[in-house]
Nanobody, 127 residues
Framework: QVQLVESGGGLVQAGGSLRLSCAAS????????MGWFRQAPGKEREFVAA????????YYADSVKGRFTISRDNAKNTVYLQMNSLKPEDTAVYYC????????????????????WGQGTQVTVSS
């Protein structure tokens, strides 16, 4: 089992920045990748960003490219999501997730290919 705990959400004005953190514990050696998804009210959960746990590959949704950056600190078993130039449409609950199976191609973007989820953290961007 892997436990994931997010932090760093909050209320910010449009154009502002936030950094989300996700601390992993438990069988972290089994992780192949970690990522962030988000879910706005009335909408489906959608992919935001992901990173290979042992490597340098990163993946982003088109809607956040150039504004969000995912990174990790393996020593701390923590993944981060730096969010800049935030827009009201970024408002959502952000979920941290981890995958134990190797991910390739489009599987990085599919929530069905991730095994563990955090409880979520609210991000609200005011206009």
């Amino acid at each position: 089992q892997v436990q994931l705990v997010e932090s760093g959400g909050g209320l910010v004005q449009a154009g502002g920045s936030l950094r989300l953190s996700c601390a992993a514990s438990g069988r972290t050696f089994s992780m192949n990748g970690m990522g962030w998804f988000r879910q706005a009210p009335g909408k489906e959960r959608e992919f935001v960003a992901a990173i290979r746990w042992n490597g340098y590959s990163t993946y982003y949704a088109d809607s956040v490219k150039g504004r969000f950056t995912i990174s990790r600190d393996n020593a701390k078993n923590t993944v981060y999501l730096q969010m800049n130039s935030l827009k009201p449409e970024d408002t959502a609950v952000y979920y941290c997730t981890a995958a134990t199976a190797p991910l390739y191609g489009s599987r990085w973007y599919s929530l069905n290919d991730y095994d563990y989820w955090g409880q979520g953290t609210q991000v609200t961007v005011s206009s």
